[in-house]
């Protein structure tokens, strides 16, 4: 589980407009660079370390808040990076409906890091 | 020597800044006009200083070091980020701060008892910034911000909150800087962000009535209580912030609130609560 890896990169990802625009554009590359650049043998004076699993990984290339949100991804900050990447690709009101009804079925997955 | 002239306690949602933006809609009357109401009772106080207490929304403080409780101290405080720029249409500003105050409340916490996180550069979200806006729409009045961790759990228990309200009274007090400060305690009822119960209203609304009335009664005892994070988590995901608003009943010690609401919308019920300083102690 790397909850917190999966919180930075959406944190990234919405906060940096670049890191928006990139990450929509071509979701598997922007997340195989962010891999490399957080992965502790590639950098190994990083202290940035951390790695995705397989579940974590297929969820941010996929876009899938519903995954993300199942695996303990933090709420406040899942809503915000999902409502970035996926409108105007979908209405904001298409987007609540469709968030509501994949998450619904995890209840309350512990966010804590 | 500090006085404290004014406690309040407000909420920051940041969907009510477009919102309540010119007439407003049938639902958001009541809201509107609590906040007008707190206009007038912080203009009343004529502080030197407002200091809010805010939980920043993982925006300035993240998992890579996260502050328990930090007090922000920079003569220039800029707000907010692009993200809440493109979700909310607030807008980039500057705040002025006030660097003399901060370093008292700093010192005077980790006298205290109150081991503060510091920071001399950082930028506020919309926890401090629509609070702050909203109430001294002029954003002349120098802020001192104290962030609280209410958001990435584990959070400090809720006794901790009042203990740094008690702290924060104390630091004011003891400052040889003759400010007039206000505390605005900016937090949640009920509320729900990113879960299943988003955007319906108040996700608890038995939570909120109860809540409003520990306010109103001054009923610490039953705060400490049933604040745990269990109970917050089943009134909507981030009704921790409530929290915040122990740090205010800790600087107002415990006394009841003269005014507490809690205002119906479309959204999460607003709070609004106000408490008479305590007499300066001799």
């Not at chain 1, 996929?62 to 199942?70: Q, S, V």
């Not at chain 2, 961790?149 to 003759?178: C, K, Q, T, W, Y």
């Not at chain 2, 988590?233 to 981030?238: F, I, K, Q, S």
């Amino acid at each position: 589980m790397s909850q917190y890896v999966v919180n930075k990169f959406m944190r990234l990802v919405n906060m940096d407009p670049a890191a928006l625009e990139a990450y929509v554009a071509d979701p598997a590359s922007f997340v195989a660079a962010f891999e490399a650049d957080v992965d502790p043998d590639r950098q190994p004076w990083s202290v940035r370390g951390g790695r995705l699993e397989d579940h974590e990984r297929r969820a941010l290339v996929e876009r899938d808040y519903g995954a993300l949100y199942a695996l303990g991804a933090h709420p406040y900050l899942l809503w915000s990076f999902t409502e970035a990447v996926w409108v105007p690709e979908i209405t904001r009101a298409e987007l609540v409906q469709r968030f509501r009804a994949a998450v619904t079925p995890f209840g309350y997955p512990d966010f804590g890091t | 020597m500090g006085t404290l002239v004014g406690i309040f306690g407000t909420t920051h949602n940041p969907l009510l800044w477009r919102t309540l933006q010119g007439d407003v809609a049938d639902d958001l009357r009541a809201t509107k006009a609590s906040f007008m109401e707190f206009r007038d009772r912080v203009a009343g106080a004529r502080p030197d200083v407002i200091l809010v207490v805010a939980t920043d929304h993982l925006t300035q403080w993240f998992d890579d070091n996260m502050p328990a409780f930090l007090v922000g101290r920079s003569e220039l405080i800029p707000a907010t980020f692009p993200n809440e720029e493109r979700e909310f249409g607030i807008p980039v500003d500057m705040l002025p701060g006030d660097l003399g105050l901060a370093r008292d409340i700093l010192t005077g916490g980790l006298e205290r008892g109150v081991d503060f996180s510091s920071s001399r550069e950082f930028r506020a979200d919309h926890s401090v910034y629509l609070p702050y806006a909203f109430l001294c729409p002029d954003k002349d009045i120098p802020v001192v911000p104290v962030f609280t961790n209410a958001i990435a759990p584990p959070f400090p228990p809720a006794r901790r909150f009042v203990e740094v309200g008690r702290a924060l009274r104390a630091a004011i007090e003891a400052s040889p800087l003759d400010r007039r400060v206000v505390i605005v305690a900016s937090g949640h009822l009920a509320t729900e962000v990113g879960g299943p119960r988003q955007f319906q209203g108040a996700p608890d609304p038995s939570f909120d009535e109860q809540a409003v009335r520990w306010v109103a009664d001054g009923d610490v005892e039953a705060m400490l209580a049933e604040l745990t994070p269990a109970r917050m988590l089943a009134a909507g995901n981030v009704t921790a912030q409530f929290l915040n608003f122990l740090v205010a009943v800790g600087a107002a010690e415990g006394r009841p609130a003269v005014h507490a609401a809690g205002v119906r919308s479309r959204f999460a019920s607003s709070p609004f609560f106000a408490w008479d300083p305590p007499e300066v102690r001799p």
